[in-house]
């Protein structure tokens, strides 16, 4: 038997994990694997892992004894109960100074409050997110990690041999931040590809409903998109997915039920959104689409009721389709905005210190959203790190200029033709009140102020002095005692 101590372990057999164990033992590290139900651990030792220095054990006590100290256990099971569990057992394996890596898709306040009770143990935990699902698991991901400082010096050697790499080599992997940054820069990154994949899924809606295209021409734009500034995994996949036919010979892709799942991590950034007071709006709309497009009866019966027709399109269907790309790339731009804007304000909650520019380069390779554009973002915060806003780099605010007319015309196109293009219009409408110098708020206030005496603040006053009216004369003076924006 190998009595070797092994540089890390595991726990979770499923795809996931067996590829990120077979990533890290070819980058050489030696590895200890359980799983909780043992045949799948004596199934990998005899299969995948057969001849490499990978160990199966069958019990946390077993784990614990053959790794080197400070201990590194990484589990990669199921978010929400299965992790505590986790974490209470192995506290009752492990030592003071080792560290347990959640490596899950857990939310980022459960991550906080595990980082503050592994801690209160004297023990070390990161929360790291990974994108790049079973492939980047094995070639290659995106690694997000966050948690306990002390732990980063130990884990960073392998985090980093593991995780994708960018044109320079540079690894798509560095410290994020304390409690739970690595896992909420990674929901926002899950966030983020809600709306590429919505963005995308318009487009190809608009293609093929207003200008009447066919899978095969929609595979061929796309790939050409990809080599423009659109060039992205997304992007490339899907001119894969739209050409792909069935056992028939007919594209599969229009024998798919147009009803999209989602796994929490879309609610999730809408919902942290909500609680830093950021406009999501993007993002949102796209997490509300998936949820209209499962309500797939109840929109056949709603279509019949209805009988909407589509006037046909008469216009150049080549300029549409240049206008579709360029509308694409704008909301693209708004999506990426949203997302970075929603982390900043995070960051001033919770004084992780980020590290905009870096986290774009995290992005660049291995994960879902990985794409050249983030190269540009990356610059934009090494131009200015205290950036507020994508749309204020003086980069994005030239390409912008060149984008908008084509954007107008989409969702103008959209609408005047009944297409959904939630997203797009979502995006527009962001743009136009992010850039409006004045915004019809003053109403809302006034009407805040007459039914509930919320006050207000005045155009000719300076800003943080507050305003009682009667407004209609029958009311008293006194005003509420809070006032929120």
């Known amino acids: ?86 974490i209470g057992k192995l506290l009752e394996v492990l030592e003071p100074g080792d560290i347990i890596i959640d490596s899950g898709n857990s939310y980022y306040k459960d991550t906080i409050r595990r980082t503050e009770y592994v801690e209160s143990k004297g023990l070390l935990f990161i929360g790291t997110g990974i994108s790049g699902g079973e492939e980047g698991a094995l ?138 007071g950021v406009p999501l709006t993007l993002i949102a709309e796209a997490v509300f689409a998936r949820c209209l497009s499962s309500m797939k009866e109840e929109r056949v019966r709603a279509a019949e009721a209805y009988g909407v027709g589509r006037a046909p399109y008469t216009g150049d269907k080549a300029g549409m389709i240049e206008d579709i790309r360029k509308a694409l790339l704008a909301s693209k731009i708004i999506s990426y905005g949203q997302g970075y804007a929603l982390m900043r304000a995070a960051d001033t909650t919770y004084g992780w210190n980020l590290n905009y520019g870096g986290i774009a380069l995290m992005w660049r390779g ?51 033709h009944g297409i959904p293009a939630p997203a797009f219009s979502a995006a527009l409408s962001y743009f136009d009140g992010y850039t409006s110098r004045t915004l019809p708020a003053n109403l809302i206030q006034a009407q805040r102020d007459y039914f509930g005496a919320h006050t207000y603040e005045r155009l000719d006053c300076e800003r943080g002095r507050f305003f009682h009216s009667n407004w209609t004369g029958e009311g008293g003076t006194t005003a509420a005692s809070t006032y929120s924006v």
């Open 366 to 416: 291995g994960c879902i959203i990985r794409s050249t554009f983030l190269g540009r973002i990356k610059e934009a915060y090494d131009r200015d790190p205290q950036l507020e806003n994508l749309l204020l780099d003086p980069y994005f605010r030239s390409v912008m200029a060149t984008l908008i007319p084509s954007w107008r015309r989409v969702v103008s196109a959209a609408a005047l």
């Open 1 to 86: 038997m190998d009595t070797a101590k092994k540089d890390v372990g595991l726990i979770g057999l499923a795809v996931m994990g067996e590829n990120l164990v077979i990533n890290m033992e070819s980058k050489g590290f030696s590895v200890a694997v359980y799983n909780r139900t043992l045949e799948k651990v004596d199934r990998f030792i005899e299969g995948r892992a057969k001849g490499r220095n990978i160990i199966g054990v069958h019990s946390l006590k077993e784990l614990a004894d053959s790794l080197e100290r400070p201990r590194k256990v990484i589990l990669l099971v199921k978010a929400g109960a299965p992790v505590d569990d986790y």
């Open 139 to 276: 070639k290659g991901p995106s690694m997000m990690p966050g948690g306990s400082a002390a732990a980063w010096p130990f884990v960073k050697p392998i985090f980093q041999a593991v995780a994708a790499k960018v044109e320079d080599g540079t690894p798509c992997c560095d410290w994020v931040g304390t409690g739970g940054a690595g896992h909420f820069v990674k929901m926002v990154h899950n966030g983020i590809e809600y709306g590429d994949m919505q963005l995308i899924s318009e487009s190809y809606h608009l293609m093929r409903n207003l200008l009447g295209l066919g899978c095969d021409e929609m595979g061929d734009i796309f790939e050409a998109w990809n080599r423009t500034e659109l060039d992205s995994y997304l992007i490339g996949i899907t001119s894969d997915i739209l050409r792909k036919k069935d056992d028939d010979g007919l594209p599969l892709v229009d024998k798919i039920l147009d009803s999209a799942g989602q796994k929490g991590t879309g609610k999730w950034t809408g919902e942290a959104a909500l609680e830093e």
